[in-house]
Each structure stands twice: as structure tokens, then as C-alpha cells.
């Protein structure tokens, strides 16, 4: 079987690849050593970052189409008591939303079946080969081959490529589960995430709702200790920690779903192995603290995308592809450094140091400013790539057709050209990769009577910036 680019992994992160790609015209195949998807919940939701990435693809709407009302809750920085604000940052999603993530790869495979992208499910990537030309796993070739298989990545196996960092120190357990009744300890509403965590009997404990009758459970000794990971959760345990912490009037329904996790925190070094690249999981873990993982991936997917298919259609400038490691490198290994802070700050066992700690933490959460940068670094609003731009806002725009905001302009998966003075401006021979639009706005651009704007929705050049807009097209257009 020959494709353009080989996906390997259906979680969130390969699947938005190969969407991205799919919207380019790049052909790709997603592999899937798993027969049938995942049917626990796990991230159980996106940062405001990832909803503005899905909007910009017109697929954040008809993704919440059937869900529960939207949160209006912030998040949270090591589950303390103070919401995080995200409106200064000038976001039309300033709360995170919440979405189980089964529920985002089933929308997002049956977005790729519509476009007859193949998910070929029981296929695993054991056996990776590459060369000058291409790269293969048994019978399939293509160009290139992208690896979002998770944190037990087997092409980074295959390849043999270090996966250095810190090994985990606890063992957790997240479990989907119904109740068959309930205490007045167990939550019945969901509220800020600092109202969950409970400590008792020896254990930690996170019980909150999801959709209809179900809730999640993330639990752990606070000794951190804890069967190996590949053990079985059983109904058994789930019980004890139910009655331990919850009273015994709390009693388990079903166990739907249920996995092991710990803290590990690892990353590989480079994150392009000649054809090979790697992204989500596959390419860093860490806690799973703020549903950070899910997003980190999906940037990941509509960073490289849009790279991997100028590659393939022949414009990609020099070295347009390494700017995927220099730009999503420091974002993860960011990521990681303030997930590792935020797990000495949760610290179940709470001793006197920790705890005076997180009092002065709560304090300075209240700060604006504090509060402002914070909900930057969680939400990911506030990233910004070296000799990029800030990430457009998405204004409120008057054009020819009528009124509509930047992410409509982008659903194509182009990058935008969009003078806001009325004036005409050339793209040249990149009218098949840079969309210009011309429009009005009322809304605060800091002086600038144009913007060029990346498909992954970085500002690449203003009129501001005192340097010729074909030195920036010819940067990342070609």
C-alpha cells in the first residue's frame, strides 16, 4: 500500500494530523494497534487554546453539538482554590471545555471516514524502516511517517530512539464508573475542580461527574505505592476507596472503564528522526495535571501538519520542517517543568512545608497579574514561537460576503492575508496557500493595517513590524 504520510496512532493527536493533512490534499493512513477504540473518558477536556485550534477548522462547534452545556467554570493550577481567568487574553473560550476525550477521537474518525481517510485498526508499527526515499512498516510506504502512539510509543522502540527523563515515583488509577448510591460526600454538580480532591483511609482521591449518570475516579495511596501498571483494575479496589473515602454508603454501579497511570515525566531529545516524526505522547509525558497532554497533542498535529504537506507538495522552504521541533520542543518541555511544580503544590500528604506553600500560591493566584500568567502558561494562550507572532485574535470582521470572525477565514486549513484597510495586497504565485481577504474591524489590532497569519493561527508579519511582507511569505510560503 503506498500514501503520502504514515500516521501511526488513532488518539487525538494522529487523528488531527491526518486531518490536517487531509484538508491540504496530502493522502495519509492512520494505523491503530488497538481493534476497537478506547472507551474510557481520560482528558476529560480542552484548554481554551485547543478550542480556538478546533475553531479555526470549523469542527469546535459541531463537536459540542450533543454535549452538555459549556463550562463556565477557569481552570485550575494545582487544583487551588482560584479560578483562573482566561478573558484578558482576549479568547472567545475563556473556560476550558468540557469534552471526554473518546468522545473527540469518535468525532474526529468519523470526520476522517467522510473524507475516506483509512483507520486501519490491529495494525501495530513494530517494524519501522526508513531511507533516502521514504519510510515503511510492512507492506505500507510512504514519504514520511508521524508517530502518535503514546507514551509507550512502539516506533520510537523500533527506531531506538531515547525516551530520557524521570521515571514515575506513585501509582494511580483512573476508572469511569455509575454509582448505585451515594453519600452526601460524593458531588452531584460540576463546579471548579479545587471542590474534588478528598483524602481519607490512606487514600487520594478525585470524584467528579462526566455525562449522564457517570462519574470519574482518580485514586492512589498516599504512600504512593501501587500495583504494576499492567495489573488489572478490579471492582474490588475501586469499592475499597469508594468506602474509605466516600462512606459506605457509597456504593459502586459499573466499571466501565478503567487504566493506570504515575507520574513519569520524559521527553525525547529531537523531535524529528530524519523521515520520522514524533508528537503527543509519543514525544512527552508528564502528570496528568490540567488535562495538558490532550492539547499539547493536538498543537502538535496543526503545527506539523500544514509543514509535512507544503514538504510533500513541493513549496515547503528550507528547513520549514526542523521549525516543528524548534517551536513545539519548548512548549512541551515547559509543559513539564509547571506540571512537576504543580504535583509538589498537590502534594496529598500535605505536610506543613507543602501546605504553607500553597497558601502563599492561593494568595498570589488572587493577584491579577499572577492570575493573568498563570492562566496563560495552563490554557496555552499565551505561547508564542521564536520570530513568530503572537496568535491572531480572532476579531470580529466585516468583509465583501458580510460579517464573520478570522476562524471562519480558516477553515481551509490556508494560511490569511487580511488587509484591514481597504488596501490590495499580493500574494503572488501563493494563491494556493495564502488566502487575502480584505475586511473592517472595530476591534483593537494595535495599529497594524495588516496581518499575515500561519494556518495554525500564529501571526507571521503586520504591518508593524517595519519588514516587506514577501520576506515573510517567502519565509513560511515559499
Known sequence: MRTEIIVVGAGPTGLMLAHELTLAGVPAVVLEKQRTRNPQSRAGGLQPRTAEVLDLRGLLDPLLADAPSRNTHGGHFAMLPVELDCRPWRTRHPYPVTLPQDRLEAFLEERLAEQGVPVLRGHEASAVEQDADGVSVGEIRGSHLVACDGAHSTV???????????????????????????SDAVPTTRGHFSQYPRTAGGYFSILHPLDGDRYRLIFGRLSGDGPDREAPVTAEEVREVLHAVYGRETELGELCAASRFSDAVRQVERYREGRVFFAGDAAHIHAPIGG???????????????????????WAPAGLLDTYHDERHPVAARVLEHTRAQAVLMNPGQDEEV??????TTELLRLPDTNRYLSGVMSGLDTQYPGVGPRMIDLELTTESGPTLVSGLMHSGRGLLLSLDGRQRSVGHRSDRVEHVAAKTDEDVAGAEALLVRPDGYVAWSTTDGSPLETALTRWFG
Open 156 to 182: 520510537r522502540a523500533a527506531l531506538g530512539v531515547p525516551f530520557p527523563g524521570r521515571a514515575g515515583r506513585m501509582s494511580a488509577v483512573a476508572a469511569d464508573l455509575t454509582l448505585a448510591a451515594a
Open 292 to 314: 495538558q497532554g490532550v492539547n499539547l497533542g493536538i498543537q502538535d498535529a496543526v503545527n506539523l501538519g500544514w509543514k509535512l504537506a507544503a514538504e510533500v507538495r513541493g
Open 355 to 360: 501546605a504553607a506553600v500553597r497558601t502563599l
